[in-house]
């Protein structure tokens, strides 16, 4: 395989497309594409898919994501976050709040729908957004479907201009912290946005194993990470010989005839025999489908 897996931790004021342009320089390699886009703002983990690797990249699509996130509740910011215009609460908040503060962001993790903010990558009739935010157009962005698994709160203090939270979430894709941190502040009446966010993990993947964005920009030192585990956390179904064999070769074959397999229509599954990876695959209208096969 020409390629692999750069895991980047990337750096406050730096964007996805910033380190996408590194890895291309370092690697000499020009198909390059990173997974989850970062806010400049934000740091940490950011995939980068270098050559044939990019073959994998649509399966961290669904991938749950891990943050730490730094909140001020007692200003609001028009973005939603530290690079907006920041507005002073006339209701500044204090260690008496705590509690509501608490409340508010474990009621915030308990919905299932957000509406994503004005300044974002959603777009509105083929225009971003952001785009149309900076412009001053009106518009509005419908609610989607989330799920945030845990919200843990590390860190709490007042301070003359509110209050700091620290906190760590777990959730769905298509989460926007930013939002979790601007709803909270409305219920609480205080105001809130993130001063920081920090990406620590997508599905197996972890800022961990990654390298500094600034140092590959420097040193241009990497090491490539195997695609293949991005189907780690991908369910499996493992195959008889018979099985194994037709689809190897291409064979449409009914799902009925994979032995005790209960699918669901439409989901990714990585079929396996005697522990080797023969494909990924999925059932259409009861036919197994071949979506990536591992001859």
């Known amino acids: 395989m020409n390629g692999g897996i750069i895991l980047i931790d990337k750096a406050s004021g730096m964007t996805s497309f910033d380190c996408d342009k590194i890895v291309r320089k370092a690697t000499g390699i020009r198909k390059v594409g990173h997974s989850g886009t970062l806010d400049p703002f934000a740091t940490g983990l950011l995939p980068v898919f270098v ?22 509740f007692g200003a609001v910011s028009d973005t939603g976050d530290s690079e907006g215009v920041i507005t002073p609460s006339s209701n500044i908040p204090g260690e008496a709040d705590f509690d509501t503060i608490r409340s508010a962001l474990q009621e915030i993790a308990s919905r299932e729908l957000q509406t994503p903010p ?29 799920k945030i698994y845990s919200l843990d709160i590390l860190d709490m203090s007042a301070a003359p201009n509110g209050v700091h939270v620290k906190f760590s979430i777990h959730c769905s894709k298509g989460t926007y912290i930013r939002t979790v ?34 140092s590959l920009a420097e040193d241009g030192v990497y090491s490539f990470l195997d695609p293949m585990i991005t189907l780690l956390d991908m369910p499996e179904v493992v195959l008889s010989a018979r099985n194994a064999s037709d689809i190897s070769n291409g064979k449409k074959i009914p799902a009925r005839f994979i032995e005790g397999f209960k699918y669901e229509p439409g989901v990714l599954y990585k079929a396996t025999f005697e522990g080797k990876l ?8 009861g036919i197994i489908r071949i979506d990536r096969g591992f001859n």
């Open 51 to 72: 050559g044939d690797a990019l073959k994998f990249m649509r399966y961290t699509d669904n991938y749950d994501k891990t943050y730490v996130c730094e909140a001020l």
């Open 181 to 214: 941190c601007t709803d909270a502040g409305d219920l609480t009446g205080f105001g809130a946005y993130a001063t920081g966010l920090r990406r620590t993990k997508c599905g197996p993947l972890s800022v961990e194993d990654g390298v500094l964005s600034t």
């Open 278 to 285: 023969i494909a990924v695959i999925y059932v259409d209208d």
């Open 118 to 146: 004005k300044y974002s990558a959603k777009k509105i009739n083929g225009q971003k957004a952001y785009d149309l935010a900076r412009q001053g157009v009106e518009f509005e962005l419908a609610p989607v479907k989330i």
